[in-house]
């Protein structure tokens, strides 16, 4: 698979989160595809089981892809998952085998306030 036609099924993948749209947005995986989520020590074997365990979430979910980045078997999106309202900066590593996920790592990060020792040096972002 082309690294175009790899960006285009992340490009849907990211849209139909956003939209809830939980069939579409699991048609990127393989049938026996891994998910990690390395900080709660969870790991989901199989399409059907991380599609699942999605849509068996409560919360209102948002998608807001920053970038995504990536050649080959190896892409990475950088975008913000907003829960209920609360934003969790977040970082996807797929890893792609015939055009499909086999193994995506998801890394989640709270926002924080910023140490006063280098406040000096930083400017606040949007």
């Known amino acids: 698979m082309e690294d175009h036609e790899i960006r ?3 490009d849907r993948h990211w849209a139909a989160s956003d ?4 069939e579409a947005e699991h048609l990127i995986y393989r049938e026996d595809a891994v998910l990690d989520c390395p900080q709660s020590g969870e790991r989901i074997r199989g399409r059907h089981n991380i599609q699942a365990s999605r849509a068996a979430q409560p919360n209102q979910k948002r998608f807001t892809v920053r970038r995504i980045i990536g050649a080959g078997a190896l892409w990475v999106t950088e975008y913000i998952l907003t829960y209920d309202g609360r934003p969790s900066y977040t970082v996807s590593i797929m890893e792609f085998v015939d055009g499909k996920v086999a193994r995506e790592t998801q890394y989640f990060g709270d926002p924080f306030e910023p140490g006063p020792s280098r406040a ?3 400017e606040r972002m949007p």
């Not at 939209?19 to 939980?22: E, K, P, Q, S, T």
């Open 8 to 10: 285009a099924a992340l």
């Open 19 to 22: 939209a809830d749209d939980f």
């Open 120 to 122: 000096q040096w930083v």
